[in-house]
């Protein structure tokens, strides 16, 4: 295992469940006060070019292994099509092949169990619902 420089940074992905783009202050919204979250982005690197799908799992398959969701056999949120296939390669792995800790906090819909669940998509920790629902709760 290789270990991260000293100088390293620290690499927080946010992304929030079913929020639009204009759903934020800092992208000219006048009607929403996200003041954390704006402040937040004011201080980050943000992705205003990402294209997703309307729905939560494609567009987090996407996301996390850079390929368009239907590559990655994430189709829709339907049990059985919410499933990103095992061997795809994930952000996760790729942070953890560089000697980063890795963790994924809140949903996930992308598989339910070994190897699609967080444990086998490069995540060292993980806290969250495994399916799409809050009764989905697991840990792994």
Same mark, same amino acid.
């Given at each position: 295992?290789?270990?991260?420089?000293?100088?390293?940074?620290?690499?927080?992905?946010?992304?929030?469940?079913?929020?639009?783009?204009?759903?934020?202050?800092?992208?000219?919204?006048?009607?929403?006060?996200?003041?954390?979250?704006?402040?937040?982005? $004011?201080?980050?690197?943000?992705?205003? $070019?990402?294209?997703?799908?309307?729905?939560?799992?494609?567009? $987090?398959?996407?996301?996390?292994?850079?390929?368009?969701?239907?590559?990655?056999?994430?189709?829709?949120?339907?049990?059985?099509?919410?499933?990103?296939?095992?061997?795809?390669?994930?952000?996760?792995?790729?942070?953890?092949?560089?000697?980063?800790?890795?963790?994924?906090?809140?949903?996930?819909?992308?598989?339910?169990?070994?190897?699609?669940?967080?444990?086998?998509?490069?995540?060292?920790?993980?806290?969250?619902?495994?399916?799409?629902?809050?009764?989905?709760?697991?840990?792994?």
């Amino acid at each position: 295992m290789v270990s991260p420089t000293p100088d390293a940074p620290n690499v927080l992905l946010i992304m929030t469940d079913d929020q639009g783009w204009g759903d934020l202050g800092s992208s000219g919204n006048p009607m929403l006060q996200t003041p954390v979250l704006d402040s937040l982005a $004011r201080q980050s690197a943000t992705f205003n $070019r990402f294209y997703v799908s309307p729905l939560c799992a494609p567009t $987090r398959a996407s996301l996390l292994t850079g390929r368009y969701h239907l590559r990655t056999g994430t189709v829709s949120v339907t049990k059985g099509l919410e499933t990103m296939r095992a061997n795809e390669t994930t952000l996760a792995e790729i942070f953890r092949d560089n000697g980063y800790h890795t963790g994924i906090f809140g949903k996930w819909h992308n598989g339910e169990h070994y190897p699609n669940n967080p444990a086998g998509q490069g995540f060292d920790e993980f806290l969250g619902f495994c399916a799409g629902h809050w009764s989905n709760y697991c840990c792994a």
